[in-house]
DNA sequence: GTTAGCACTCGAAGTTGTTGAGTGCTAACA
DNA sequence: TGTTAGCACTCAACAACTTCGAGTGCTAAC
């Protein structure tokens, strides 16, 4: 059976129309409306046609269509597409109030974060994330160690784009000022400009090496610093507007709510979508949708997810999220998350100058 | 109309199988349990008596009764009073396994924090929070300006028991090291051993006066140490556990849920829990529960809240509660909190030496 | 290929009756 | 005077039944 440009409209048209009452949709519905005219009788059998293709499928017998996954991907294949040809469009989009919201409070990288996260939920009503950029392409900037008091050192280290780390380091006596000094000679030199991912247990035999008689001393001061390391490259996730999931029927009954509140709350689930960017068709503007199985975290398997990518710096990019039902207004989402991450970008381009 | 120990001992009653049970409780149950004996009919009498008293109320004709606030307030300052005296049980309460848990992860307060948040809420499958301790009562410990680039110094503060915070301060132009020096000087003598809440813009003005000629380029260097020990002072608020309120019909209707995970997410309105330590009638171990309408925060006044203070260091405090539905385990709860406390106050007790 | 017509399906919503847990009241009892 | 048995009454919850209507698939005619 093939797919016809007639199918495609009345798969739209039945998209739509569920999309917007959330109700199973059928026959007479979309006859009645306008642009393609036909009666009922013949979008019956069109229907049965695409719920033999798998597009569409029956809640029950005497019920109209609802979309299936496949329906929604073909859906949404078929807007993103559109939307890469009205691209000149966009300059169009006025500059909402957000965006003050948004720099009123850039100081800090993660507060900014988190609000992304918070404005993101409240204009689309739905579960959002934000993943923190990922470091470990970013060059250690800075690097300190300081004598706090007899026992406990303060390493601090500035990465990339004024991230900032610290760790204690317990020490077992106070280190002379003018080791401290050549201590952070050392540590600056071996670690300044270099990358994140670079700094690894080897390097730090290196150091430790370099170091010479006070290898030993110093073994947890080493340790110390690539654990401040490690912890700077986790990438964190922000999220908000979990109580947004309970709006929508069809993913607000106890267990499945309760369950992906859970995900939202734990976070560490949610590095799924950090990792993939070659997976997922609509690849365009960074922004990827994943419909219902296609999420890579099971829980959210009743879900569609929609992600897009933001630049902190050359090669440091971080994710911004919607968590929602598969009944997603795809098109209101895909056009915030684009002039959300354009503005991330703009933000984060003139705080570099 | 007098409140004798015969009503006493069937409002508990009433309680204690409302609580397990969830259901209206009716005479004839009672009149069953062992204890007292007497006719369903005598007890009847009873009912209508404390229903008159306000203590117990009836859903509808033809129904159990529940308990009123007033009822629940009752049974739990007599829970408390009994606590009181039965204290030297407690030396007999095991060790669980969250204290490895627990344990595993003390390097970070903010971390551990988390960490117990999530073990109580995993326990007792209430939605829970904690503060994070007021830091106003810390002295500050260090405090030292460092020069990451041409543009940029960072300013690093450790307060009390080794919070770190961390401010960057855009300034015009490089300052000589010998400079940063004596800045570095100047800003220890004023602050080391200085209570956070002591420092103020008055200080700040103190400071600036003595910096001399440098004051107007050192503007904002001072600026953002204020702000960063203002920071410092505000209070976090970890929780987790939202998904449990699902658990409980009477707070799982959508929009009573959605409120309620919106405050938790919010976190803000929770800090009305950190400063009133005199409201609240059951102040024993420092512990203090939060019946329906006596709750601070009108969004929670369908749950109960209870909230236990844990001690960071001598005068710095902080909370963990629980948010649960007002038909909530007080007994369970209150034991899990004191153990809970006792343990935290053990590990920073021994953290410290 | 399209459409009108028709019999059929089946969930949703409304109606009705039944059940049973629970009540309040009264009268008798200890 | 407090306690209890007995009884009529109430009312949510449940189940059985009906009705309604939106929707279907199929067939025959255009």
Redo the contacts between chains.
Sequence with gaps: MELDERKVKILQAIIKTYLETGEPVGSRTISKMEGLNLSSATIRNEMADLEEMGYILQPHTSAGRIPSDAGYRLYVDQMMAEKALEREERALVPKDDEHEKLLAKV?RLETLLQQVAKVLAYNTNYATMVTGPNYKNTNV??V?L?Q??DT?L?A?I?VGS?V?K?K?IDVDERIPNDELLKLNVLLNTFLTGVSVKEIDLELIQTMKQQAGIYADILEHIFDGILDAVRQASETEVYT????NI??YPEL?D?NK???L??VL?EKKALNHFIADDDSGVSNQYGIQVYIGDETPVETLNDCSVVTATYELEEGVRGKIGIIGPKRMDYDKVVTTLRNLTDELDTIFKNKKT
Excluded: P, R, T, Y
Aim: glycine residues 10%; aromatic residues 4%; hydrophobic residues 40%.
């Design positions: 100081d900037k800075f300190q300081s706090v008091d406990q303060l601090v500035v004024n900032i610290n204690m908000s507007g979990a109580n309970l709006k607000g106890m709510a309760g369950e509140l859970e709350e």
